[in-house]
Every structure is written in structure tokens, then in C-alpha cells.
């Protein structure tokens, strides 16, 4: 196991106080809002700093209490005994604090920007799409997060052939990010009389939100274009050019919302360009840290075909981590959190393992 960045600890515990201090002292609310968010981050991490320290306190004073020759069978004994125990609690938060002080993704605990696209099916894959965002729907609503569409187009048969929606929440991201990439569903379709199994696919793709702070859309760059929304008929038809399209030029990026009010649709729209553009700054930078070495949890690569949900056999199988769960109906109803922790655990330990790498 690779050492405790000491130093860092120590760090982490005198930014903690200087928080402490500075909220006591009563700052102006803005200041105090952001105070409280690094202050709920770092509580953890302290606490088991804390409980580390005291622990190796309790390990020196029992080995004090061995060498000395003048203490008594009795305690000598009791100390002997209470060893063990104390080494087993430094051990298991050593394992926790490697985890806790990993270097921490910078988006990890903002709100996140959902795209599902219907893939290869037909009307099979847009109907499996709909499945999906009402898998991470439900997931959401578990976790107290709300969820937002800011554009869809639906399928002929239902669906989706594409939806696009922010979940809002902290950590989100953090816990929806392993879900990027191609989802293969293996069914028989309603429709099929002859009893089949079809094979279709959708992609997901999970942005973290973008603030102004952290990309900067410049006018010069963005045409904005209006076009006429497309109604549903009949006397509410609408005529007025409400549909919006933002082409970024640099880039190419091209971002449509069609909802009925002009003013949201700009919005929403520039909302989805910067998250587009903020993920793509990240992707040139990881690709560009690990041109030599692949994460082990994938790519990242949104073509990549990541989990095969088996209605027939009742099973998931998510292919970066061989893992298989025969609990698919439960899944669908948006019990993911045992692939999530899964996909997590086995992202920490690979960056365990590089750490472990660079310290040797």
C-alpha cells in the first residue's frame, strides 16, 4: 500500500481550522455559503485524520508500556491484548484515507447534464432509451436530486430517439460519470410475433454542468439562429420562431432546444454548450495525462460498448469490470448503486495502483 501523504494531511487539517475560524467570525453569506461547501468537503477527511492520529497515540502508548520492564504482569497483559486491535483500526483507516486523499476530480460534485440517443433498433432502441432515462430518473429521485428536461424528441413507437436533461445535486456527477458510452439491451420486442431477441442500442453520455467560471463562452464565437418550432397541430399550432440553434464556429459544436419559450430555449441551449465544451476540455486533458496508460475503467470513448442488459436471462453485464448482476428489474427501476460503487471501487484502485507506481 502506498504511504499517507503526511505533509497533505497536515495541510488539509490547518485549511480546516482556518475555515472553522473564518465562519465563526461571521463573514457576509455569499462568503459563508462557499466557506460551508469546502467545509462539508473536507469534515470527513479531517475526521479520519483525526481518529488516525489518536489511534497511533494508543499504538505508542501501549508500546511504551510493553518496554518498560517495571510495568506489572497485569498490564502488560491488558496491553498485549489491546494491541492487535489497535493495529486492525489503524490498518482499516490507513485503507480509508488513501481513498479519501486521492486526487480529487475537480467536477465531481457538480450537477450533471444527461444526453441519451437512440442507437442502432429502430423504434426498439428508442423505446430501450426511454427505459434508461427512467432508470436514472428514479436513481435521481432516490438521491434527492432534480431532474430537469431541457429537450427530447420522442420515438414513433415511444421512447426516445433523443433526450437531454440536467439532474441537479451535489456529487451527481461523481456518481453518474462511469455511465458514458453505448448501452446494449438483448429483448423481444412487443412486436415480435415469432418470440426473438433483438438487439439494439443506446448512448448515454453524462456531462458535468459548466458555470461561466469554468468556460468561457465569447459572443465572436456562437451564431445564434431562431427557426420555427414545430407544433402539434391544430389551433395552437406554433407559428412564432421560437426553436433555437447555437452553433459554436471553433469548435463545430452545434446545440438545438425547441421547448415554447424563445428566452428558455437560448438558455437552455447555451447551458448544453457549455457543459459540451467544458467536457471537451477535460477529454483533451485526460487523453493528454494518460496518452501512456488507460483508465481501468474505460476510455471514456462514448463508442465504447459498455453494459448489456439481458431481459430474457434477467442479468447486467457491465464489460469494463466482468461484472454480472442478476437483478435486472430491479436495475430498471433505478437500484444502480451497485454497479456505481462497483465502477467507483474498481476507479480507485487503479488510481491506488498508479500512485502506488509512482511513490515506488
Not at 437552455?268 to 475503467?297: F, I
Amino acid at each position: 500500500m502506498a504511504k499517507l501523504p503526511v505533509e497533505k494531511m497536515r495541510d488539509l487539517e490547518r485549511r480546516f481550522g482556518e475555515i472553522e475560524a473564518r465562519m465563526s467570525a461571521g463573514p457576509p453569506s455569499d462568503v459563508y455559503v462557499k466557506l460551508a461547501s469546502e467545509y462539508s468537503e473536507l469534515q470527513p477527511v479531517v475526521t479520519k485524520i483525526r481518529a488516525y492520529d489518536k489511534a497511533l497515540g494508543e499504538l505508542a502508548d501501549l508500546d511504551a508500556l510493553l518496554d518498560d520492564r517495571s510495568t506489572d504482569r497485569d498490564m502488560r497483559d491488558l496491553a498485549d491484548m489491546e494491541k492487535p486491535e489497535v493495529e486492525a483500526r489503524i490498518e482499516a483507516l490507513e485503507q480509508d484515507m488513501q481513498i479519501l486523499l486521492l486526487p480529487r476530480d475537480a467536477a465531481d460534485e457538480k450537477s450533471a447534464i444527461l444526453e441519451i440517443r437512440a442507437g442502432t433498433g429502430g423504434s426498439e432502441a428508442a423505446l430501450f432509451a426511454g427505459d434508461l432515462f427512467r432508470m436514472y430518473e428514479r436513481f435521481a429521485s432516490a438521491n434527492n436530486w432534480k431532474v430537469e428536461v431541457l429537450s427530447s424528441s420522442e420515438g414513433e413507437a415511444g421512447g426516445f430517439k433523443e433526450i437531454i436533461a440536467t439532474i441537479s445535486g451535489r456529487g451527481v456527477f461523481s456518481r453518474l460519470k462511469f455511465e458514458s458510452g453505448v448501452h446494449r439491451v438483448q429483448r423481444v420486442p412487443e412486436t415480435e410475433a415469432g418470440g426473438r431477441i433483438h438487439t439494439s442500442a443506446a448512448t448515454v453520455a453524462v456531462l458535468p454542468e459548466a458555470e461561466d467560471i469554468d468556460i468561457e463562452v465569447r459572443q465572436e464565437d456562437i451564431r445564434i439562429d431562431t427557426m420555427r418550432s414545430s407544433g402539434a397541430g391544430g389551433q395552437h399550432v406554433n407559428t412564432t420562431d421560437s426553436a433555437v440553434r447555437i452553433t459554436h464556429i471553433p469548435s463545430g459544436i452545434v446545440v438545438t432546444s425547441s421547448e415554447k419559450s424563445q428566452h428558455q430555449n437560448r438558455a437552455r441551449a447555451m447551458q448544453v454548450l457549455r457543459a459540451r465544451l467544458y467536457d471537451m476540455e477535460r477529454q483533451k486533458a485526460d487523453s493528454e495525462r494518460s496518452a501512456s496508460r488507460k483508465s481501468q475503467v474505460g476510455s471514456g470513448d462514448r463508442s465504447e460498448r459498455i453494459r448489456t442488459y439481458n431481459f430474457p436471462q434477467g442479468r447486467v453485464t457491465d464489460h469494463r469490470i466482468n461484472l454480472t448482476l442478476y437483478k435486472l428489474d430491479r436495475m430498471m427501476i433505478g437500484e444502480i448503486d451497485e454497479i456505481v460503487d462497483a465502477l467507483l471501487a474498481d476507479y480507485q484502485a487503479g488510481q491506488l495502483a498508479q500512485l502506488g507506481e509512482v511513490q515506488g
